[in-house]
């Protein structure tokens, strides 16, 4: 359930607000005084905040600005004065909506709805998922550089890991032992072509439960390696 803080001095309008509200399932605190308004705002954790322009001890200008330095909340700013310069200010300081009174409860509750949808899309699409493959009992997780073998973590070197990762996700594809050093080790064989070799036989004693009888990992004799899916 969205929490939501209405910073308003006129108890009655408050209470108006907050009625319709919570009947749209939100939950509601109300402050009636700047200053109290403005701990609140800053101490706790509200989903989105209400705030009139006008208000005893702190304005809700001050409010709207120190809250911006510490939250992206969504502020919706409501007010009497209906002059374009504060409708300015409160956007300029950060306010994401302003409201001219008087309005219906009703269409501060659909702003309130739509507002938070915006934010949930906005903080959703900032959340990066990690880059994971899973074949057949391996999980890799490429941005954390872990792996996980029939649900147990393994131990992996720096090349062991981006070895392994680079067959997987080019599965079924056969690599020669020169075209997995110059991809992994980042140049020509010139003869270190062993250091491949080595590598993919400390891969399959982490992830073959028969490195002599490997199912991941297959050797293709005169040619070089490839990852079975």
């Given amino acids: 359930m969205s929490r939501i803080l209405i910073v308003e ?8 607000e907050k009625d319709y509200l919570e009947l ?12 109290t308004g403005l701990k609140r705002s800053l101490e706790e954790d509200f989903d989105l905040i209400i705030l009139d322009l006008m208000l005893p001890e702190v304005d809700g200008f001050e409010i709207c600005r120190q809250i911006r330095t510490k939250k992206n909340v969504p502020v919706i700013m409501v007010s009497a004065k ?16 302003y409201m001219t009174k008087p309005f219906s409860p009703s269409e501060l509750v659909a702003r309130v709805k739509a507002h938070l949808a915006r934010y949930e899309r906005l903080v959703n699409s900032n959340v990066q998922e990690n880059d994971i493959i899973e074949i057949r009992g391996i999980k890799i997780d ?13 131990n992996f070197t720096t090349k062991e890991f981006d070895l392994l990762t680079f067959l997987a ?14 991809e992994i080790w980042d140049m020509e064989s ?5 250091t491949v070799t080595v590598h993919i036989k400390k891969i399959r004693e982490k992830i073959e439960k028969q490195s002599s009888k490997p199912q991941y990992i297959e050797t293709i004799w005169g040619v070089g390696y490839r990852f079975k899916v």
């Avoid at 490429?142 to 393994?154: L, M, S």
């Avoid at 010139?190 to 062993?194: H, K, M, N, Q, T």
């Fill in 142 to 154: 490429k941005t954390a550089r872990r792996v996980w073998i029939e649900g147990e973590e393994k």
């Fill in 24 to 35: 749209s399932g939100f939950e509601v605190q109300t402050e009636n005084s700047g200053d």
């Fill in 82 to 97: 209906k002059d374009d310069i504060d409708k300015i200010r409160g956007l300029g300081l950060g306010a994401d909506d």
């Fill in 9 to 16: 001095d006129e108890i009655a309008i408050a209470d108006l």
């Fill in 169 to 182: 996700q080019n599965p079924n594809h056969v690599y020669t032992k020169e075209e997995l050093f110059k």
């Fill in 190 to 194: 010139v003869g270190d072509i062993a």
